[in-house]
């Protein structure tokens, strides 16, 4: 499981013209899940996201876990995309949408987590506050 974490001062999801998941100050998750994910790794990978230390303490060093601050989820298959041959991605490790589905919503429940809408076409906007990203990757090895 992939999650493309950004800390942002604010982050919205919109499908076919309606905002359908909007976040102030906290986290945008971009989910890649493969084939042989399970619970229990997206159950981890959601505590790692949620205790990452990436927020200002008092002295403004990056030292606070995400706390009171919201989240937001976007299913995102095309973090399995894979162009080692030629320019045209491949995306036979990520899950098929029956598997990966509700290991997505596991993981936005876990997080109590705003979320887009699995499958569907999102307009994602945001604004990165730093800008901080990680990439965080877990499996079930």
Do not use: W
Not at 3 to 12: G, H, I, K, P
Not at 39 to 62: I, Q, T, W, Y
Request: charged share 25%.
């Amino acid at each position: 499981m992939r999650a493309l974490v950004q800390r942002v001062a604010r982050a919205s999801v919109t499908v076919d013209g309606e905002v359908v998941g909007a976040i102030g100050p906290g986290l945008l998750v971009l989910l890649g899940i493969t084939h042989d994910d399970t619970a229990a790794v997206g159950d981890r990978l959601a505590e790692k996201v949620r205790a990452l230390r990436v927020f200002p303490d008092a002295d403004g060093r990056m030292n606070e876990p995400l706390g009171d601050r919201e989240v937001l989820v976007v299913s995102q298959f095309t973090l399995y995309g894979d162009t080692r041959r030629g320019t045209r991605p491949s995306y036979v490790a990520a899950a098929r949408p029956e598997v990966a589905e509700p290991l997505y919503e596991r993981f936005c429940a876990a997080l109590d987590a705003q979320r887009g809408v699995f499958g569907a076409h999102m307009e994602v906007e945001l604004v990165n506050d730093g800008p901080v990203t990680l990439m965080l990757e877990l499996s079930a090895s």
